[in-house]
Nanobody
Framework: QVQLVESGGGLVQAGGSLRLSCAAS????????MGWYRQTPGKQRELVAR???????NYADSVKGRFTISRDITKNTVYLQMNSLKPEDTAVYYC?????????WGQGTQVTVFS
């Protein structure tokens, strides 16, 4: 089992920055990739950014150049640095971990960007 705990969401003005954190525990050595997804009411959850065990990253086109995913292996934590935030970035952000043939999700953290 892999457990995820997110933190760092909040309310920010457009153009501002936030950093989300996701701490993993449990069977962390079985994790093959971790990522951030987001969801707004009535829409499907969408991938924002992902980082594999080897360190490869990929991003949604809408956040390229503004968001950066990184990790601290010593802390079993993945971060999402979000800069130049826009109102359309408003969503609940979820951390995800793929491990063995399973997937774990965090509880979600709200990010609200106002103009």
């Amino acid at each position: 089992q892999v457990q995820l705990v997110e933190s760092g969401g909040g309310l920010v003005q457009a153009g501002g920055s936030l950093r989300l954190s996701c701490a993993a525990s449990g069977s962390i050595f079985s994790i093959s990739a971790m990522g951030w997804y987001r969801q707004t009411p009535g829409k499907q959850r969408e991938l924002v950014a992902r980082i594999t065990r080897s360190g490869s990253t990929n991003y949604a086109d809408s956040v390229k150049g503004r968001f950066t995913i990184s990790r601290d292996i010593t802390k079993n934590t993945v971060y999402l640095q979000m800069n130049s935030l826009k109102p359309e970035d408003t969503a609940v952000y979820y951390c995800n971990a793929d491990w063995r043939t399973s997937s774990s999700w965090g509880q979600g953290t709200q990010v609200t960007v106002f103009s």
